[in-house]
């Protein structure tokens, strides 16, 4: 009985789906609410048993995104479900309704002391002055290290992720970098035919580009980053 409404599950799942006639039919102001309610039956039908939903990072959902989970986390309490939520305090729309079966965890940044265990059991020192241990995120710590090493000193460290990736990029060569910035402009997932069509012949990316470039872009399939 849900096969009518197979595109909007499909829509969740990032599946491209042809539309159906009730599809087709459904009002736009009608459609959030019908997707909510096609993605939680469908979901009661396959989550039978105990079950654990747990959603990673929840400040980076998207609105739509951050819509369905409320739906799901509210009609969680008729079902044998408990839904774990993480997410950094303060940052991005998303608050988990208050129910005994929605828990939220806070991403906190690391201290000094869980920042340098970090660094020690990943180099076996610990490298980085203490004002770098105390910013706390894990990625930013490990890249500083490799910035260190390939610089040789902890002299004029890059002060941000940011600036230790845009460190990264100049270190490309300038086609490279111009095939990255194409890249970034289409979102964080793309097509590389997409991207080889907005460059001239003979000067589109190559498989050995997309190879040089896998510090920043990872391949799904064989075109799909």
Do not use: C
Request: hydrophobic share 45%; proline share 7%; glycine share 4%.
């Amino acid at each position: 009985d849900l096969l009518a409404w197979l595109p909007l599950i499909g829509v969740v799942m990032d599946l491209d789906i042809a539309p159906t006639s009730e599809t087709q039919a459904l009002a736009p102001e009608f459609r959030r609410t019908k997707l909510h309610e096609v993605v939680i039956r469908f979901l009661e039908r396959t989550l039978r048993t105990p079950t654990a939903l747990v959603f990673e990072d929840a400040h980076w959902m998207d609105d739509a995104s951050t819509d369905l989970l409320r739906a799901i986390a509210l009609h969680a309490a008729t079902l044998p479900w408990y839904v774990l939520i993480t997410r950094r305090d303060g940052e991005g729309r998303f608050r988990a309704p208050l129910e005994p079966h929605v828990a939220t965890v806070p991403v906190e940044p690391l201290d000094a002391a869980a920042a340098s265990e970090l660094l020690r059991a990943s180099t076996e020192d610990d490298p980085l002055p203490q004002h770098d241990l105390a910013r706390g995120n894990p990625l930013y710590l490990r890249e500083l290290v490799q910035a260190a090493r390939e610089a040789g000193s902890v002299d004029d460290l890059p002060g941000s992720v940011e600036a230790l990736v845009a460190a990264e990029i100049d270190r490309l060569s300038p086609a490279e970098r111009a095939v990255l910035r194409q890249a970034a402009v289409l979102g964080t997932s793309f097509d590389a035919d997409v991207v080889a069509a907005l460059f001239e012949p003979g000067a589109a990316p190559t498989a050995e580009t997309w190879r040089r470039l896998a510090t920043f872009v990872v391949s799904d399939d064989a075109t799909t980053y």
